[in-house]
């Protein structure tokens, strides 16, 4: 079987999907992941054949004012209006300009073809145009619950546990289907290089080119968001798709050293999104490991957090494969991105979740509502005095501790990647027996 696997975004956005096509070639099936160029290496690292995609765009997070936005939670609050105005026009020229140069290259990784696509739902994915181009089925991988309509779970528009009624819920999906970015450019690119005509519901993700429904993966366990009652029997939440080190990196020295001259450190990491300050978030995280007199190790890669000198309880490196790091530590603090917020699950310790936008302040008020953190603090909030009690609170609480272990034992039970294999086995097989 042919799988193309569709990706975009950081490295948090890609490397479940390379988890799942890890999962694929692990069971003799040829996977091909298409994701931003940066990602080519981690792919080879395990085998799996890569198309890169342009990922220019991917720099905008580099930029101070975006970084601003991020952080303070929107335009409205990280910018005056002028500024803003400027920037809105500035990322939208920036989109306009290489959006075609991500289409071609997502249409070029294709040219060997393929049995099935799975492709997530960012909108420069357009897997499920790339599928009917090709004649074979489109399947939806997501990492987060509220894409499949539901009267259980709101959209994105809405906090993921605002108390809303079920029709207004079900309802706040319906804009959705109208928010789409230049849809010319999509149009030009589906009828000149795919050589599509329009059709009605060619952008619905949710079905197939007949009208059948879409398969959908949820790369998350079932223990953190349960199944919604109502959606379709295609909808399978299969558990996390973990990517295992498997030996394939070794711990630098200093870091072992580290590891065994003391009692078990904490993690402070916040991923690739980070703010327009990373010195005062490194200083706030230094005076919260002094206030705990604990050691910790801090994820200083992609600049989310920076400490120029550190202290002798602070061991500070640019990344490390989760599975091999969270288990030797006793706590995650970190920014409630699904990809380390599933590795702390399946490592079994205690979290702090500091989200900086929806998305992660989502699976942050999950792991509170679980018994698995205290309530999540967002970044632009963040000071050494509620770090400190925050971490203290996970520290100390033993049934958070106790909570963590039992949740890591059904998580690591799961093998989501593996399942999910299995489903698109069953897709195939089907699609086989109809021809």
Known sequence: MRVLVYAYGTRGDVQPYLALAYALHREGHQAVLAAPARFRSLAE??????????????????????????????FRGGLDSSRRKQVQQRLRTEFSRLLPKILDDTWAAAGGGADLVVHSQEFVDQGQQVAEALGVPAVLALLHPYVVPSWQYPSALFRFDAKLPGVVKRLSYVPLRFLRLETATVQRWRSERLGLPPRRGQYDMLRQPDGSRTTVLHGFSRHLVAPASDWPSGVHTTGFWLLPSEGRWSPPD?????LDSGPPPVFVGFGSLSGDDPRRMGEIVVAAVRNLGVRAVVSGGWDSIRIDVPPDD?????????????????????AGSAGVANEALAAGIPHVSCPMH???????????????????????????????AAMR????????????????EQVRAEDGARAAVRILEHVHAERSVRR
């Open 45 to 74: 690292q395990y085998g799996v054949g890569f198309a890169p995609r342009d990922d220019e765009w991917l720099g905008i997070l580099n930029d101070p004012d975006v970084r601003r936005i991020l952080e303070r939670g929107g």
């Open 254 to 258: 200093p870091l072992v050293r580290f």
């Open 314 to 334: 602070v061991f500070v490196l640019d990344q490390a494969p989760f599975d091999w790091l969270l288990p030797r530590l006793r706590l995650a603090v970190h």
């Open 358 to 388: 929806r998305e992660q302040e989502l699976w942050g008020d999950q792991l509170h509502r679980l018994g698995l953190a205290p309530p999540p603090i967002r970044q632009r909030d963040l000071t050494a005095d509620n770090l400190t």
């Open 393 to 408: 609170t996970a520290l100390r609480d033993v049934d958070m501790a106790e909570r963590a272990r039992q949740v890591r």
